[in-house]
């Protein structure tokens, strides 16, 4: 039996979209350390991030976190965070793993958005009696908004990854199919395995691209300054993300 | 360890000579340059284990180290190509002009003068790429071809902590030494640019 045959009979079993160990439920496992990791992470790295870059400070860790955070293998960390707390909490480990590694990305991104937002803009808001909490929430967020989307989908795609390396040191989720089907010899089961997971991945990342289409205020602007004055519309998008 | 330092650097060299040869192609027409960039970013967005469970039974089990160097060839292309693209398309239009007007053809232009001029953009590609790669290979332990991978698997399995220690610095290392040899490797091929600092 050819390998593609073996993996179509391994995604059609019904016998694998059943119980604790069936696709539906290791899709959720999935998706539930990566939703609980990415919003821990953005709840830590959005706010740091976007204080250093308000107030145009800690530039050099907040661009080099990312190289570090390329430096350090998933598996790795994995493996050192399970044997220096145990096997007991595996899941909160794993899940300290995914922060850490979508920690870097949110941060540099949010950082490098509020910076990169053109001066003027900051300057006419100042001029117009803005205060700071102001210039950031009315101005530098909504102007950042598309590269701080950017920072959440590359964690999302990263942490998709890492929980997937997890199933190493023994957590669920779709990694499981991969290292259980190289362990029982079963190309099927870890083909059809691998397969779920780059169709997750890539769902994500095609939601991200839509996501940014929608939020990115130039865009929108430019659109409904068509329609009606730019002027009023920038403020509805500062209102909007806000 | 040996493992580890022989499947990065041909992974990268290989990368290196395909990213090239696939920029050459991007160049010369404008989808054709969506397709490469638009396939890579799809590729990477592929968890790399996920990638190498697909690779592997299609390579053979029994090839699995090809297998595992096919995956990391795959990842440090994708970001090798988009460095060689804009590096580049970087390259000022006017040292082009002026290397036309000299009378070089398009090898000696690309090799005298673009190459050159898209170096610090492709040594800074190469930088992440490397470093990604030695973190990546870990990953082979799946197949028994992780390099330092499979010393963290073993360390995992025994509950060592000093070995599971060991393993991941030296992976940190190797990355951290792999990034500095390849620095110097740019400031040497780029004497050019520390002229234009001193002055």
Same mark, same amino acid.
């Given at each position: ?242 | ?9 041909? @992974? *990268? +060299?290989? #990368? !290196? &000579? ?5 920029? %050459? ?6 989808? /054709?340059? =969506? ?31 090809? @297998? *595992? +160097?096919? #995956? !990391? &060839? ?5 970001? %090798? ?6 590096? /580049?398309? =970087? ?44 973190? %990546? ?8 071809? =992780? ?53």
């Amino acid at each position: 039996m050819s390998i593609f045959s073996k993996t179509g009979s391994w995604l059609t079993d019904g016998a694998n979209w059943q119980g604790s160990t069936g696709i539906p439920q290791r899709v959720g496992d999935h998706l539930e350390l990566t939703v609980i990791a990415v919003a821990v992470a953005m709840a830590i790295a959005i706010p740091v991030g976007l204080w250093l870059g308000h107030i145009g400070r800690g530039g050099i860790l907040a661009i080099n976190i990312t190289n570090v955070g390329r430096a350090i293998p998933t598996y790795a960390l994995l493996v050192l965070l399970f044997v220096a707390m145990g096997v007991f909490h595996r899941k909160l480990e794993t899940l300290i793993a995914l922060v850490a590694f979508a920690l870097p990305p949110l941060l540099t991104n949010t950082y490098v958005g509020v910076r990169e937002v053109d001066p003027r803009a900051r300057e006419a808001a100042q001029g117009m009696g803005m205060t700071g909490p102001q210039v950031l929430r009315r101005v530098e967020i909504p102007l950042a908004m598309p590269l701080i989307l950017d920072g959440m989908r590359i964690a999302v795609v990263q942490v998709v990854a890492t929980t997937t390396v997890a199933a190493l040191i023994g957590v669920g989720g779709l990694g499981r199919f991969v290292v259980d089907g190289f362990n029982n010899n079963d190309p099927g089961e870890y083909t059809g395995g691998a397969i779920l997971v780059a169709v997750l991945a890539l769902v994500f990342e095609g939601i991200f691209v839509l996501l940014q289409r929608r939020v990115d205020p130039v865009r929108r602007a430019r659109r409904a300054g068509e329609a009606r004055g730019a002027v009023t519309e920038v403020k509805t998008t500062a209102d909007a993300v806000r | 360890m040996q493992e580890h330092v022989s499947l990065t650097v041909s @992974a *990268v +060299l290989i #990368g !290196l &000579v395909v990213a090239f040869g696939l920029a %050459l192609l991007a160049r010369r027409s404008g989808w /054709l340059e =969506g397709l490469i960039l638009g396939g890579s970013t799809i590729l990477y967005t592929i968890p790399s284990l996920a990638l190498l469970a697909i690779l592997v039974p299609l390579i053979g089990l029994a090839q699995a180290r090809l @297998a *595992v +160097l096919v #995956g !990391l &060839v795959l990842y440090s292309l994708v970001i %090798l190509v988009r460095a060689f693209v804009t590096g /580049l398309r =970087g390259v000022p239009a006017d040292a082009v002009e002026a290397a036309r007007g000299m009378g070089f053809g398009p090898v000696k232009l690309l090799f005298k003068v673009e190459l050159p001029l898209a170096l610090p953009t492709i040594m800074a590609g190469l930088r992440v790429a490397t470093v990604s790669t030695v973190a %990546l290979v870990t990953l082979g332990v799946v197949v028994d071809h =992780g390099g330092l991978g499979n010393l963290l698997d073993e360390a995992f399995s025994k509950s060592y902590r000093f070995e599971a220690l060991t393993a991941a610095v030296l992976c940190v290392l190797l990355a951290i030494v792999a990034d500095l040899i390849i620095l110097a490797i740019g400031y040497v091929l780029t004497p050019w640019r520390r002229k234009a600092a001193a002055r």
